[in-house]
T-cell receptor
Framework: GQQLNQSPQSMFIQEGEDVSMNCTSS?????WLWYKQDPGEGPVLLIALYKAGELTSNGRLTAQFGITRKDSFLNISASIPSDVGIYFCAGRTNYNQGGKLIFGQGTELSVKP | GAVVSQHPSRVICKSGTSVKIECRSLDFQATTMFWYRQFPKQSLMLMATSNEGSKATYEQGVEKDKFLINHASLTLSTLTVTSAHPEDSSFYICSATEAGRGSQPQHFGDGTRLSIL
């Protein structure tokens, strides 16, 4: 079946540092989404990408839809303690499947003040 | 923005009990809702796609008689874990996409922590 490979699995960084994580797939996606999940809560949408090559920012977050449509990255600049959490990429291949998403394994981010 | 409400947030019950979890879209109509299961330190695993007015579509390996899904209105889907056992303990999360806007991102509820004793 389709899989998303997300890396790194975890990151331990100092406050103020920049962060980069990415997802790759063997399949082509029409949509890439990045979510953040805090402990005991549901994922919250950070950035949605709909076109190959698209680069989108949301505050300190920047994400890109890879030109091959098989990858995406998320960057966080000048990290702060509240950035702590698990970040998931998710891809969607076909709207006719009701928008079913495939999730990456997650990147757990720890920020040291 | 789109809000999805999930209830209850936490359930603790004895083995053999059936548990119902509700997922509501509060400010939009959702013809499609999704149910996920998440174990600690793992990603979200799609269990089933809930379709308003029709039968749910279950992912491979998910028992439809164990996890009953009802999507009777455009704003409510329910997941019932029948005769729950300790191995069913997990974090269950629903999501929804606005009707007619299948290209839009899924919005997630806050999850239900199910603990079976």
């Amino acid at each position: 079946g389709q899989q998303l490979n997300q890396s790194p699995q975890s990151m331990f960084i100092q406050e103020g540092e920049d962060v980069s994580m990415n997802c790759t797939s063997s399949s082509i996606f029409n949509t890439w989404l990045w979510y953040k999940q805090d402990p005991g809560e549901g994922p919250v949408l950070l950035i949605a990408l709909y076109k190959a090559g698209e680069l989108t920012s949301n505050g300190r977050l920047t994400a890109q839809f890879g030109i091959t449509r098989k990858d995406s990255f998320l960057n966080i600049s000048a990290s702060i303690p509240s950035d702590v959490g698990i970040y998931f990429c998710a891809g969607r291949t076909n709207y006719n499947q009701g928008g079913k998403l495939i999730f990456g394994q997650g990147t757990e981010l720890s920020v040291k003040p | 923005g789109a809000v999805v409400s999930q209830h209850p947030s936490r359930v603790i019950c004895k083995s053999g009990t059936s548990v119902k979890i509700e997922c509501r879209s509060l400010d939009f109509q959702a013809t499609t809702m999704f149910w996920y299961r998440q174990f600690p330190k793992q990603s979200l695993m799609l269990m089933a796609t809930s379709n308003e007015g029709s039968k749910a579509t279950y992912e491979q390996g998910v028992e439809k008689d164990k996890f009953l899904i009802n999507h009777a209105s455009l704003t409510l889907s329910t997941l019932t874990v029948t005769s729950a056992h300790p191995e069913d303990s997990s974090f269950y999360i629903c999501s929804a996409t606005e009707a007619g806007r299948g290209s839009q991102p899924q919005h997630f509820g806050d999850g239900t922590r199910l603990s079976i004793l």
